[in-house]
């Protein structure tokens, strides 16, 4: 090879290996550049939405303690100022017709006051001895008035109670009074068998009880007082404990029934007064299997 085109040849080929390695260098390190961005910006993609999702799908599951749920037939928690100004902060199946069990005493407790003088004493008959007995409860021949009858039947429930009230112008006619009352009022779905609850065909819904409550507060004020008295003692009777176990827990009710039967299951009715805004509160739970824990929760909530 000439000598000439030998140096030639060895001065371009250093020439170029400089230029050559830095065009690897800026592209190489472009290359490097643009994966490492590219990584960067997908962890903080990846970071960035968890830190939006993860929140959002929490907030999505409602808290423990709003999941509590009250597993009662049919319910209803409503603020009311008696009027027609009426706001329902809870409820469930408010038109189902359901056995109402001693609510009933309630109506039991109007038509004896209608129709009869409270100073009156009366005798405890057979018949009325044969019905289901509470703890402390009337014996045959027991002689009290009429008013006495009443606050046993209305604090502790009494069954005999109730019966010998309605025994004093016969059951069937008694009934037909509680009927008939039923339908003055406009409890269009309500129905009475018998004056103590026991049957199964006593009826009722949570919008005709509602209404019902509303009247019994304004018309019959002595059938509320009677119903929050926690103990009651009757010379030659005993001492009596009402059947709410909630009076203690909330001394704001002013109006109270129990009732139980194994078709009605545990009901339970609990009117608040509202001393802020100078109104009520009506809580009334039918069918529950715990009706003292789910009428705490119906209130609370």
């Not at 009662?72 to 329902?88: G, H, P, R, V, Y």
């Not at 019902?212 to 008295?229: D, G, L």
């Amino acid at each position: 090879m000439n000598k000439n085109l030998k140096k030639f040849l060895q001065g371009t080929l250093f020439s170029i290996i400089p230029i050559f390695i830095f065009v690897i260098f800026v592209y190489g390190s472009q290359l490097y550049l643009s994966f490492g961005t590219a990584s960067i910006s997908d962890a903080s993609n990846l970071v960035e939405n968890q830190e939006k999702n993860l929140p959002v799908k929490e907030l999505e599951e409602p808290p423990e303690e709003s999941t509590e749920k009250i597993n009662a037939q049919s319910f209803i928690s409503l603020k009311t100022n008696l009027l027609n100004e009426d706001k329902i902060v809870n409820q469930k199946n408010i038109d189902l017709k359901l056995p109402i069990a001693s609510f009933t005493k309630l109506m039991t407790a109007i038509i004896s006051l209608d129709n009869y003088n409270l100073s009156q004493n009366i005798f405890l008959t057979e018949s009325a001895d044969l019905q289901p007995s509470m703890k402390i409860d009337f014996k045959i021949g027991d002689n009290f008035t009429i008013k006495n009858y009443l606050y046993v039947m209305l604090i502790e429930s009494s069954n005999k109670a109730a019966f010998a009230l309605a025994e004093q112008i016969g059951e069937e006619n008694f009934v037909n009074l509680m009927n008939q009352k039923a339908k003055e009022i406009g409890l269009k779905n309500t129905y009475f068998a018998d004056p103590t609850g026991l049957s199964s065909k006593n009826v009722s819904t949570i919008n005709d009880l509602v209404i019902f409550v509303k009247y019994i507060i304004k018309n019959y004020p002595a059938i509320a007082e009677i119903s929050t008295i926690k103990k009651y003692e009757l010379l030659g009777f005993g001492e009596i404990e009402n059947t709410n176990q909630l009076l203690v827990d909330f001394p704001e009710i002013i109006l109270s029934k129990t009732g139980f039967t194994n078709d009605a299951k545990g009901c339970l009715l609990i009117v608040l007064n509202n001393p802020k805004d100078s109104d009520y509160f009506i809580n009334i739970i039918l069918g529950s299997e715990n009706r003292f824990l789910e009428m705490e929760k119906l209130i609370n909530k």
